[in-house]
C-alpha cells in the first residue's frame, strides 16, 4: 500500500482537526472493510487515516424513547444482535446481518457503508425506510441532514472537507408498525446487492390498512433514494395484494437501472418490483405481529 | 516515510511488541514480521476468510485490519489453538471428516468455526452454512467442512465448560 | 454413503475383505500440519535475505508495445533490480515437450514477460525486486510503458471471421489429422476433425433430429493460493526455486528452457499447494523471479494477487458449440455432429482437442462428425481446469440428449441406459473402450434413494447429466527408504494437492503388508527423486500409486534374496506374502526382517517407476433437484447426488471428497461463475466478490456414491477421480431447470439474469 500515517484519536475535536489540518487527504477509518481494500487498490489516496473506533460518540448504541442512536462505527454484529433494534428497527438489524461474513460484520459499519456512498450498500435502504437524520460534525460545527439527502452520487456524498458521520438517529417507531430489508444477490450470502429494497409500514389498529409506508431504493440508480410515490401510493389503502403490486410497479416507474456484471437493466427492473411486493409483505407481517 | 509505530498486542496469550508501519496490515504483521504464517492471503479484500484469526474474541480478515489498529488487543491465531501436543477438537474434527483437500483454507475456516462455535455451540446445518459462507472453499465441496464442524459442536458439548470461551 | 463394489457383490458379503488398507480411512499424513498452520504453502516460505518482487500489468487487452521506460522504477530508493522480456533469452521457434503436451517456447516466454504485443489486460511487462511489497509494488507503478492501441477481440466466433484483429503474427491454421499448416497469420490455430460411419446415412435413418447452439463464458480454476515464485538464482549459475506447483519437474523444465540453462542447473521445491486443478502447471512469476535474482544476487519472492490470478493466470475457455443429434423411433441414436470452438486465450492451447473427443463420449453412436478449433482471443492464455474441454463440450451434449428424450417420451435415464458407451464402444475420435463403468453409475443412480424420491413442490425440477474423463497414466518415480526399525520412508515427486500422500503411502502399505501409519511419505525436490510428470489428469493415484506399488515389489525381492541368504536357504524357497517373508522353517514380519537385514547387512532401499497408460477412462452421472424462483430466476439447490465409477476407491473419503468438490466447481460454473469484460476488454469482476464461486451457504450436502468397477490396467484396479466430477453439473442443472420451469437454458452460466430473460420471454 502508498505510505500514509495513522492515528486514533479519543475524541471528536481532535478527529475534527486531524481531518481539517490535513486537508482533504485524511480519511476517516471506522471497520475499514471498504477503506482498506481501496487505499490498498489505489482507488483512494490517503495521506493521513483517522481511526474514529476510540471516540465514544461514535460508538453510542441507544434504543429509548426518544428513538434509536446508532454510533457511526457501531460494529454491525453489535447491531443485528441488539434486542431493541431486532424489534423495532427490523430493517437495519436486516441489513447488519447479511453485509459481508461473519468476519466483515465484527468490524464494518453501518455509518461506514452510508459515508461510502455505494449505489448498492446494504443498509442506506433500511435507513431511508426507517427515516434516519445523519448527524454530521466538522469545522464549522453540527449539523443534521435527513438521510435521503445523504448520498449524491455515486460514491459521493454531502460531507464537506473535515466532516465526519457521527451517529443515525430514528424516530421512535409508531404502533403497528414493522420494517423489512432484502436484497437480491446471484448467490446467498457474501454478494453486492443487484437490488436492494428496504421498507418500513405503519398499520391501522384493525392491521388491515396502511397508515404509511417508506420505500428506499438500492442498486437500481446512481445513488440509494426514497421512492416517494411507492411509499405515498401505500398510504391509507387496504393491505390486499392489488394495493402492494401498485407499489412494486410504483418503484419500478422511478428507477435507472442499468446492465453490468451483477445483472441486467431487465433483470432489475423487473426484480424491483417483485423484491418491493416481498419486502412490503414482510413488513406488513411483522406490523402485525 | 510515515514513522513506525510500536505496537503490543497479546497474541495467542503471550505479550508481543511490534515495530509496525501504519500502511502494514495485521495479516502482513503476523506473516511477515511474527512469522506466524498460518493466516494466508487469498483475495486481499475480505472475501474469502483465508486470513481469519480471533481479535478480542471476533474473526476478523487480518487483510482488512491495519496493524496498528492490533495495539492493545487480545489476537488468537491457529498457531495458538491447540492446547500442548495435542489438537483443539475442531482440529480432530477437521482430520477425522477429511474436510480438507490442499488445506490453504483450513486454518481461516478452523478460526471462523471457532468463533461461530464460541457464540453459537449448538447451531443447525443451516446455521453454520450461513456463518461460514465468509470462508471460501475450492477443493472439498463444503460437505465434510460442514460436517467436520457438526462433529466439533457435539465433542466441544462433551467436554467440561471450563475448556469454551465465554460467549462474548 | 454408499460404496457399490462390483467384485464384492458379486462374490458374496460374507467372504474377508480383498484389502486390508486400501478401502480405510486413515488420518492423512500432513494432516497435523495442515490443521495447526505449520504447513508451507508457497507464501509462507521465507528464504533469508529475500527480497519482495512486483509485476507490472497491461492496462490494455490489445495493444504493440513501442517502448518501456523502467527509470523512475530503478531510481526508487529500496529497489534492488528489474527485469523486462528483455532479460529472457530469445527463444525462437522452439517447441518445448513437457511430458502432458508441448509449448511454442516464443509464446511461453511472452506469456511470462511480453516481448513486443499484449494480448491480454494484466499481461506480465516487467519485474521489480525491492527491499520490501510496498516499495516493490510502488516502482512497478513507475514503470512507463508506450503501446500503440489495437482493437481487441474478444468473443470466439468474432476472432475466426476474416476482418477480426490477428493476435499472434506466427500463428497458422493447423490441421491436426494431417499436420498440414494454412498459409496465412490467423487467430485459428488448430482444426480438429474425427469422423466415423455415414453422418448423412445416420441422420436420415433417424425420426428425430435435433440441433441446438450453446454458448459457456470463460471461467477460472479459482483456487484459494495465488501463485507464487520464490528463486535463488545462486553465485555458481545454479537455481532453486521454491513455488507451489502441480508439477516441479514441469517447472523445472519451464525454467531451463525459457533461461536457455540445462535441466540440472535447477532444482525445484515443492512448497504446499493450495489449490490448482490444473491452473498451477505452466510457469508465470519463476522465471522473472530468476533474473531478478541474478541481477539484484539475491533471493526474489513474486506473489500474484486476486486480480492478478483472475486476469494473467490461466482461465478454462468459454466457446461456442453447435450440436445435432438423431435418434431411431426406438431411441437409439443414428448420428451426432459437432461444431466446436474453444477460446485459447491470448496464446494458441485451448482444451479443444480433448473438448473434441469427450462432446459425445458417453454414447455409442454409429454416424458421427466432430470439427473442432484453437481461437486465441484478448484473454489470459486458457490452461487445464479439471477435465479440460469436457464440461463445455457435456453441456451442450447433454442438452440435446434431454431435448431428445422429450421427443421419444423416454426417460433420460432409460435414454442413456440404452445408449451409454461400454466396453467396445468406439468413439467418434476412434478410440475403443476397454472395461468400463458408465452403465453402472447409471444405475446407481438409478436405484438411489434420492432418484427414486419424488418431487413434490412447485417450481421444483431434477436433472441428471453423465459425463467421461480419459485420465491419464504418464511417468512417476518412488523412492522407499527402510529405516532401521522397519518403518518406512517414501519419496515421492508428486505434489499433493488433496492427500495423495496418503493415497500412495496406503497403496505401498498394502503392497508390503504394513499399516498406512507405518509409511512417511515426503513430496521431495527435483534432485531427490525419480522424474514425475504433474499432478494432474486424474493420475496421482493411479500412476504413482503404481509406482509406489513397484517400490514395494522391489523391496520384496530384496527381503527374499537376502533372507534366503541370510537363512542359508534356496531363495526359491523363500517367498513374502501377507507381510511376511517365509522360509522353508522361518518365518518374518516385515518389521521384523527390515531390522534383521538393516543392522547387518545394506540399507534396504526400494526403487519404483511406472510409465503405464491404461488409466481406465472414468465416467460419472449426477442428479440434482433445484427449485427457481419463477419471479427471479434464482437457481436453488435442494438435492444432489454424484455417482461415479472410480474403479477401486483407495481412501474413500478421499475419492468422495473429490466428487463433491467437482461437483460444486461445477455447479459455480453453471450457475454463477464468468468472466465480465468491458468492451475494451477489460475484465471487471476480478475478485472474489463478483467472481462468484460458490459459498457454503449455497449448497446443500453433496452425496457421493462410489462405483467401483476395477481397472483391470491396475495392480490395485485404480480409475484417476479428480476430474470427471465437474463435467456432469452444468448439464444435469440445466435439465433440472428445465424441468422445474419450462425454459431451456443453452448459455452458460445459468444466472438469474439469464434464467430470468427466458421466463419473461416464455
Request: hydrophobic letters at 40%; charged letters at 20%; aromatic letters at 6%.
Amino acid at each position: 500500500m502508498r505510505d500514509f500515517d495513522y492515528e486514533a484519536p479519543t475524541s471528536l475535536a481532535d478527529a475534527v482537526g486531524l481531518l481539517t489540518k490535513s486537508n482533504g487527504t485524511a480519511r476517516p477509518l471506522a471497520g475499514g472493510t471498504d477503506l482498506i481494500d481501496h487505499v490498498r487498490t489505489g482507488r483512494v489516496s490517503a495521506d493521513l487515516i483517522v481511526d474514529l473506533k476510540k471516540i465514544p460518540e461514535l460508538m453510542v448504541l441507544e434504543v429509548n424513547d426518544e428513538g434509536l442512536r446508532l454510533g457511526a462505527a457501531v460494529p454491525c454484529y453489535q447491531i443485528y444482535e441488539h434486542p431493541g433494534i431486532l424489534e423495532h428497527y427490523s430493517a437495519i438489524s436486516d441489513s447488519s446481518n447479511i453485509i459481508g461474513g461473519m468476519q466483515i460484520q465484527n468490524r464494518a459499519s453501518v455509518g461506514g457503508n452510508l459515508a461510502n456512498a455505494g449505489a448498492a450498500a446494504d443498509s442506506t435502504p433500511a435507513l431511508i425506510a426507517l427515516s434516519a437524520t445523519v448527524v454530521i460534525t466538522g469545522p464549522s460545527g453540527t449539523r443534521e441532514i435527513p438521510v435521503d439527502e445523504f448520498c449524491t452520487g455515486p460514491g459521493q456524498n454531502v460531507l464537506e472537507s473535515g466532516e465526519i458521520i457521527v451517529e443515525l438517529r430514528f424516530p421512535p417507531r409508531p404502533a403497528h408498525s414493522g420494517s423489512h430489508y432484502r436484497r437480491f444477490i446471484p448467490r446467498n450470502e457474501m454478494d453486492i446487492a443487484v437490488v436492494g429494497v428496504g421498507a418500513s409500514v405503519v398499520l391501522d389498529e384493525s392491521g388491515e390498512n396502511f397508515v404509511s409506508a417508506r420505500i428506499g431504493l438500492g442498486a437500481v440508480a446512481a445513488k440509494p433514494f426514497y421512492a416517494q410515490e411507492a411509499s405515498e401510493i401505500l398510504a391509507g389503502q387496504p393491505v390486499n395484494d392489488e394495493t402492494i403490486q401498485k407499489a412494486g410497479a410504483a418503484a419500478r416507474a422511478v428507477i435507472h437501472p442499468i446492465t453490468d456484471m451483477r445483472g441486467t437493466e431487465e433483470f432489475r427492473n423487473h426484480v424491483t418490483g417483485v423484491l418491493t411486493e416481498r419486502v412490503v409483505k414482510k413488513a406488513v407481517e411483522r406490523a402485525r405481529g | 516515510m510515515a514513522k513506525k509505530r510500536i505496537v503490543t498486542a497479546t497474541i495467542n496469550g503471550r505479550e508481543e511488541e511490534f515495530l509496525c508501519q501504519p500502511r502494514q496490515t495485521l495479516l502482513e504483521i503476523l506473516r511477515d514480521t511474527l512469522s506466524l504464517t498460518g493466516a494466508k492471503e487469498g483475495c486481499s479484500n475480505g472475501n474469502c476468510g483465508a486470513c481469519t484469526v480471533l481479535v478480542d474474541g471476533r474473526a476478523v480478515n487480518t487483510c482488512m485490519v491495519l496493524g496498528v489498529e492490533a495495539d492493545g488487543t487480545d489476537i488468537e491465531t491457529i498457531e495458538g489453538l491447540a492446547p500442548g501436543d495435542g489438537l483443539d477438537p475442531i482440529q480432530e474434527a477437521f482430520l477425522g471428516n477429511a474436510a480438507l483437500q490442499c488445506g490453504i483454507c483450513t486454518p481461516g475456516y478452523i478460526m471462523a468455526a471457532k468463533a461461530f462455535l464460541d457464540e453459537n455451540p449448538n447451531p443447525t446445518e443451516e446455521e453454520i452454512r450461513f456463518a461460514m459462507a465468509g470462508n471460501l472453499c475450492r477443493c472439498t465441496g463444503y460437505d465434510k467442512i460442514v460436517r467436520a464442524i457438526q462433529e466439533a459442536a457435539e465433542k466441544r458439548a462433551g467436554q467440561p465448560a471450563s475448556c469454551q470461551k465465554e460467549t462474548v | 454413503m454408499a460404496t457399490i463394489d462390483e467384485t464384492k457383490s458379486a462374490e458374496g458379503s460374507d467372504e474377508t475383505p480383498k484389502y486390508k488398507v486400501i478401502g480405510t480411512r486413515p488420518i492423512r499424513h500432513d494432516g497435523a500440519d495442515k490443521v495447526t498452520g505449520r504447513a508451507l504453502y508457497g507464501a509462507d516460505i521465507k528464504v533469508k535475505g529475500m527480497l519482495y518482487g512486483a509485476i507490472h500489468r497491461s492496462p490494455h487487452a490489445h495493444a504493440n508495445i513501442k517502448s518501456i521506460d523502467t527509470s523512475k522504477a530503478e531510481a526508487l530508493p529500496g529497489v534492488r533490480a528489474v527485469a523486462t522480456s528483455a532479460d529472457l533469452p530469445e527463444p525462437g521457434d522452439k517447441i518445448a515437450e513437457l511430458g502432458e503436451g508441448s509449448v511454442v517456447l516464443n509464446h511461453l516466454s511472452s506469456n511470462n514477460l511480453a516481448r513486443t504485443k499484449v494480448l491480454y489486460k494484466g499481461h506480465s511487462i516487467a519485474a521489480v525486486a525491492a527491499d520490501n511489497i510496498h516499495i516493490a509494488r510502488e516502482a512497478a507503478s513507475l514503470i512507463e510503458v508506450e503501446y500503440e492501441l489495437l482493437p481487441p477481440v474478444l468473443d470466439v466466433m468474432e476472432a475466426m471471421s476474416d476482418e477480426a484483429p490477428v493476435l499472434n503474427p506466427d500463428v497458422r491454421t493447423e490441421e491436426v489429422a494431417t499436420g498440414e499448416k494454412g498459409d496465412k497469420p490467423t487467430n485459428v490455430a488448430k482444426r480438429f476433425l474425427f469422423e466415423k460411419g455415414d453422418i448423412e446415412k445416420g441422420f436420415a435413418e433417424a425420426k428425430y433430429v435435433v440441433e441446438r447452439e450453446f454458448r459457456t463464458s470463460t471461467v477460472h480454476q479459482g483456487y484459494i493460493e495465488p501463485h507464487v515464485a520464490t528463486v535463488l538464482w545462486n553465485n555458481d549459475g545454479q537455481i532453486t526455486v521454491w513455488t507451489p506447483t502441480q508439477g516441479t519437474f514441469s517447472v523445472r523444465q519451464q525454467v531451463a528452457e525459457l533461461l536457455d540453462v540445462p535441466l540440472a542447473r535447477v532444482k525445484v521445491v515443492p512448497a504446499e499447494i493450495g489449490g490448482g486443478f490444473g491452473g498451477k502447471i505452466s510457469v508465470y512469476l519463476a522465471p522473472a523471479a530468476a533474473v531478478l535474482s541474478r541481477k539484484s544476487g539475491a533471493p526474489v519472492q513474486l506473489v500474484m494477487d486476486r486480480a492478478d490470478v483472475l486476469q494473467a493466470t490461466g482461465p478454462t475457455p468459454g466457446s461456442y458449440i453447435k450440436i445435432k443429434m438423431g435418434v431411431d423411433a426406438e431411441g437409439h441414436l443414428t448420428a451426432a455432429d459437432a461444431w466446436m470452438a474453444y477460446e485459447a486465450g491470448g496464446y494458441p492451447g485451448a482444451p479443444i482437442g480433448a473438448g473434441a473427443m469427450c462432446v459425445f463420449s458417453c454414447y455409442d453412436i454409429p454416424n458421427g462428425r466432430v470439427e473442432g478449433f484453437d481461437v486465441c482471443v484478448n484473454k489470459p492464455r486458457t490452461n487445464a481446469y479439471r477435465a479440460p474441454g469436457a464440461t463445455n463440450a457435456a453441456f451442450a451434449t447433454e442438452g440435446v440428449v434431454d431435448e431428445l428424450c422429450g421427443k421419444l417420451g423416454m426417460s433420460p435415464i432409460d435414454f442413456r441406459l440404452l445408449n451409454a458407451s461400454k466396453e467396445g464402444t468406439r468413439r467418434i475420435d476412434g478410440v475403443v473402450y476397454p472395461r468400463v463403468g458408465l452403465v453402472e453409475t447409471l444405475e446407481a443412480i438409478k436405484e438411489s434413494e434420492h432418484f427414486k424420491t419424488p418431487l413434490t413442490g412447485k417450481n421444483q425440477g431434477r436433472g441428471i447429466g453423465s459425463g467421461f474423463w480419459f485420465n491419464a497414466g504418464l511417468k512417476s518415480a518412488v523412492t522407499a527408504t527402510v529405516n532401521s526399525d522397519g518403518s518406512v520412508g517414501l519419496l515421492e515427486g508428486s505434489t499433493d494437492i488433496g492427500g495423495s500422500r496418503t493415497a500412495i503411502a496406503m497403496q505401498f502399505a498394502e503392497a508390503i503388508g504394513l499399516a498406512a501409519e507405518d509409511i512417511k511419505p515426503a513430496v521431495v525436490d527435483t534432485d531427490s527423486v525419480g522424474y514425475t510428470d504433474v499432478t494432474g489428469g486424474s493420475r496421482v493415484t493411479y500412476a504413482t500409486g503404481w509406482a509406489a506399488y513397484e517400490a514395494a515389489q522391489d523391496l520384496k525381492r530384496q527381503i527374499i534374496a537376502r533372507s534366503a541368504e541370510l537363512w542359508d536357504v534356496d531363495p526359491a524357497q523363500v517367498s513374502y506374502e501377507d507381510g511376511h517373508v517365509i522360509g522353508p522353517d522361518k518365518k518374518a514380519c516385515f518389521k521384523e526382517i527390515a531390522v534383521e537385514l538393516s543392522a547387518g547387512g545394506e540399507p534396504l532401499v526400494g526403487r519404483g517407476v511406472s510409465n503405464h497408460n491404461e488409466p481406465g477412462g472414468a465416467f460419472g452421472t449426477h442428479v440434482v433437484d433445484v427449485e427457481v424462483d419463477p419471479d427471479t430466476g434464482k437457481v436453488d439447490i435442494l438435492r444432489y447426488t454424484a455417482a461415479q465409477d472410480c474403479g477401486t476407491a483407495i481412501h474413500p473419503a478421499y475419492v468422495e471428497g473429490q466428487i463433491q468438490g467437482g461437483a460444486v466447481q461445477g455447479i459455480g460454473w453453471g450457475l454463477n461463475e464468468e468472466y465480465w469484460y468491458d468492451k475494451e476488454g477489460s475484465m471487471t469482476n476480478a475478485n472474489f466478490l463478483d467472481y462468484r464461486i460458490p459459498t457454503c451457504y449455497d449448497l446443500p450436502m453433496i452425496d457421493a456414491i462410489i462405483v467401483e468397477v476395477p481397472n483391470p490396467g491396475h495392480p490395485y484396479g485404480v480409475r484417476g477421480v479428480g476430474e470427471v466430477p465437474i463435467v456432469p453439473p452444468p448439464a444435469a442443472l440445466a435439465a433440472a431447470i428445465q424441468d422445474a420451469v419450462g425454459v431451456q437454458m443453452t448459455e452458460l452460466p445459468m444466472s438469474p439474469p439469464r434464467v430470468l430473460h427466458e421466463l419473461l420471454k416464455k
